[in-house]
């Protein structure tokens, strides 16, 4: 019998399992006065604490939210974050238990996919989770860059205060909608979590685009180093960015350009396929100085996930699907330019589940996967297959960090 058990977390614990979470990843528990800001955060029956006896011992929680899939629907997701088993305890079932414990409750709530990052990529594959978008990190020398020539968009780039960035960020957001594979919707939490702490306590600006109908983008920034810090560069990072166009877009960068007293603009976790190498004359001005995982994506309704996306054109392949945690997913799957449907076939290829979820949203192809013999592939003109009916026109990306 295991010696420790599962339960739901209520408002008399989130502070302690905060604090939990905080001590696995070597931080010290939040102050009161952000505490007051966090416990907002927990939502009501998703978070989870390990006990022994009535001492937490680990936890984790989740949020719920929808994922956009290649073809353009959206389905529902659990944001699983604050995942964390005291040092003390680690490595004896208790994350294993808490997993297991989460996607009982995923799949009582409809929920299709889970989606999360990691601190270390050793832990969730074998829960079944898979890399499914990548960002790279850029730094740009902001002394070399001028932008290439431009129309511009007409609108107006101003500054805003705290009040107003948490009301116009999500309507812009909204408004820009989820125009890529791998984009979340953003609850209610995210918001505070993010847009409103960076402005509130860590020295963040934001700055709103307006065009002919109104706010239709923002970028979010904060400055470190420079000024008086001992010839350090003043470093202006690029916390969060959402346009409706491709041309508000451009027009924000524009302007994090001219932003004064900068010496280099950093991008963190940015799309592959971001093309800023374009919006400027010098393009070695452009660094790529990492390209690091993102999302980790988990299918934990199979069949629902597979019918939700859309498919390119080519023959038909089965999958066959290994699922330990969620055996129900486990058979065959018949992917058409058409559909989905399960099947008594013989297999093409067979993979675990957390590579399914890698390939799920168009990011690693299935020749790759072969080509590093983490495939089982049977027919060998099968992969080929698959990855003109998973690819996707865009890199996949969420830009939502939580
Ligand atoms: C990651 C963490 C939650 C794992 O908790 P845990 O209770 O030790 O995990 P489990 O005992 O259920 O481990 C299940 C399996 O995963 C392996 N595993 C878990 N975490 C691992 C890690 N960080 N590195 C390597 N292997 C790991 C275990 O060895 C075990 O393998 P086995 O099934 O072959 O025996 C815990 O180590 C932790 O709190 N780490 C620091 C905080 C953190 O990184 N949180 C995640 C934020 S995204």
Known sequence: MA????????ESNYRTAHSLFRGSLHSAPAEDDR????????????????????????????????????????VPAAAVSRVGVRADWTR????????????????????????????????????????????????????????????????????????????????VYTRAGLT????????????????????????????????????????????????GDSGSPSVL???????????????????????????????????????LEWLVVDRRAVKVTDVEDETWLRLVDVPAALAARGYGSAEPVVLEVRDRYLPDNDGAYRITPDGVERTTAAADVSLDVDLLGATYLGDVSFTELAGAGRIDVLDGAAPARADALFATARAPWSGTYF
Do not use: C
């Not at 010696?3 to 209520?10: E, G, P, Q, T």
């Not at 953003?186 to 109908?213: I, Q």
């Not at 690029?238 to 007293?261: G, H, I, N, S």
């Open 92 to 171: 004896r079932g208790v994350l294993s238990a808490l997993m297991r414990r989460q996607f009982q409750a995923f799949r009582e709530a409809g929920e299709v996919v889970s989606v999360l990052r990691a601190s270390e990529a050793v832990i969730y594959g074998r829960f079944g989770y898979g890399v499914a978008s990548r960002g790279r990190q850029l730094k740009l020398d902001r002394h070399r860059v001028t932008p290439a020539p431009s129309a511009g968009t007409g609108g107006r780039i101003r500054l805003v205060d705290l009040d107003t960035a948490v009301v116009v960020a999500p309507e």
């Open 237 to 275: 990072t690029v916390e969060d960015l959402v346009a409706t166009t491709p041309e508000v877009w451009a027009e924000l960068w524009r302007f994090v350009f001219r932003v004064d007293v900068v010496d280099q603009v950093v991008g963190e976790l940015r799309p592959l396929d971001e093309p």
């Open 3 to 10: 010696d420790h058990d599962i339960r739901v977390l209520d």
């Open 180 to 227: 890529r594979p791998g984009m979340t919707s953003r609850w209610p939490a995210w918001w505070t979590m993010n847009v409103d702490r960076a402005l509130r306590y860590d020295n963040s600006r934001m700055a709103v685009h307006r065009g002919a109908d109104g706010d239709d983008g923002y970028v979010v920034y904060s400055v470190k180093g420079g000024m």
């Open 35 to 74: 505490w007051e800001h966090v416990k907002r955060s927990y939502d009501p029956g998703r978070a989870f604490g390990a006990f022994q006896d009535d001492e937490m011992i680990g936890t984790a929680q989740s949020w719920p939210a929808l994922l956009a899939v290649p073809g353009g629907a959206e």
